[in-house]
């Protein structure tokens, strides 16, 4: 469990500010995802990572913004653009890039705005 | 498009009764599916792929083609399996895991 973290547990902000979620990993894993957790909608995904200094847009990337200048951090942006940025939000890593394989979730980022 | 469908919010039962929480998918390719687990303040994890065909904490998981359906199934349920449950839906080649929207069991004594 401790392979991944996630820094804060909790934050909170006002509105019109960016803000930007910490997802490290140790494991050497190959690829990064950030999800975003809702009562009633699931796990959702807003960016993933493939390789270092490459990623791809997810279902719902309007607002965000990421990096991945290394393979252990893959920092996640949360702008004023974002229409609704109060929720949880799962970092998750996985060993190789093909389908099969599981993904490890950190303990995730529970972000409030108002 | 891929999806997954969780049809039942919340699956409430009895302890020692049996457990089927249903996942249906829809993928034109060839699937990977997964069952992950919630557990009150733990991490999202992994709690069984079809791929291994293995039974883990007494929970089993059939892929159906046919029905495309990957229902999780467990004989006698426990307290302890009192969690949020989510099937999700991978490809070969396919880099991505789509979600269902997540099944809560509770289990009462």
């Known amino acids: 469990d401790g392979g991944i973290t996630q820094s804060p547990k909790y934050l909170f902000r006002k509105e019109g500010q960016n803000v930007t979620l910490s997802c490290e990993q140790n494991l050497n894993h190959d690829a990064m995802y950030w999800y975003r957790q809702d009562p009633g909608q699931g796990l959702r995904l807003i960016y993933y990572s493939q390789i270092v200094n490459d990623f791809q847009k997810g279902d719902i990337a309007e607002g965000y913004s990421v990096s991945r200048e290394k393979k252990e951090s893959f920092p996640l942006t949360v702008t004023s653009a974002q229409k609704n940025p109060t929720a949880f939000y799962l970092c998750?890593?996985?060993?190789?890039?093909?389908?099969?394989?599981?993904?490890?979730f950190g303990p995730g980022t529970r972000l409030t705005v108002t | 498009a891929q999806r997954v469908t969780q049809p039942e919010k919340l699956l409430s039962v009895f302890k020692g009764a049996p457990v089927e929480l249903k996942c249906n998918y829809s993928?034109?390719?060839?699937?990977?599916l997964f069952w992950y687990v919630q557990y009150s303040r733990q991490r999202l994890q992994l709690l069984l792929r079809?791929?291994s065909r293995e039974s883990i904490k007494g929970f089993t998981a059939d892929l159906n083609k046919g029905e495309t359906s990957f229902h999780l199934k467990k004989p006698f349920a426990q307290e302890e399996d009192s969690a949020m449950y989510y099937c999700a839906l991978s490809g070969t080649g396919f880099q991505k895991l789509v979600f269902g929207t997540g099944t809560r069991l509770l289990v009462s004594p």
């Open positions: 079809h791929i």
């Open positions: 998750a890593t996985k060993m190789g890039t093909s389908g099969g394989y599981e993904q490890y």
């Open positions: 993928y034109s390719g060839s699937p990977e």
